[in-house]
């Protein structure tokens, strides 16, 4: 069992940055690959990016590709999502997951895990 916990969320005008962290429980933390996704209101839930067990690997959406980044440390079973120049329509429930296979997976029912979100509003 893992168990996932995110915070960070917040409101932030267009422009501005925010920094997810997701903390984990259990002792196997670097075997899991880690993901992040997003759900909007009335849309379905979206893969962001996602980091392989090790921390080697990444993939990233394009829309966010040069403005997100996403990192481990392995030793804190932590998961981080650093959001750069964040635009209204990253306005979302973020939600970080954890999946066995120990890649960066960008398919949801891949993932075992879930947190249970944290809100992130960009204002324009």
């Known amino acids: 069992q893992v168990q996932l916990v995110e915070s960070g969320g917040g409101l932030v005008q267009a422009g501005g940055s925010l920094r997810l962290s997701c903390a984990a429980s259990?002792?196997?933390?670097?075997?899991?690959?880690m993901g992040w996704f997003r759900q909007a209101p009335g849309k379905e839930r979206e893969f962001v990016t996602a980091?392989?067990?090790?921390?080697?690997?990444?993939d990233y959406r394009d829309s966010v590709k040069g403005r997100f980044t996403v990192s481990r440390d392995n030793p804190k079973n932590t998961v981080y999502l650093q959001m750069n120049s964040l635009k209204p329509e990253d306005t979302a429930v973020y939600y970080c997951?954890?999946?066995?296979?120990?890649?960066?997976?960008?398919?949801?029912?891949?993932?075992?895990?879930w947190g249970q979100g944290t809100q992130v509003t960009v204002s324009s």
């Open positions: 259990g002792r196997t933390f670097s075997r899991y690959g």
């Open positions: 997951a954890a999946t066995y296979t120990g890649w960066a997976v960008r398919t949801r029912t891949r993932y075992e895990y």
């Open positions: 980091i392989t067990g090790s921390g080697s690997g990444t």
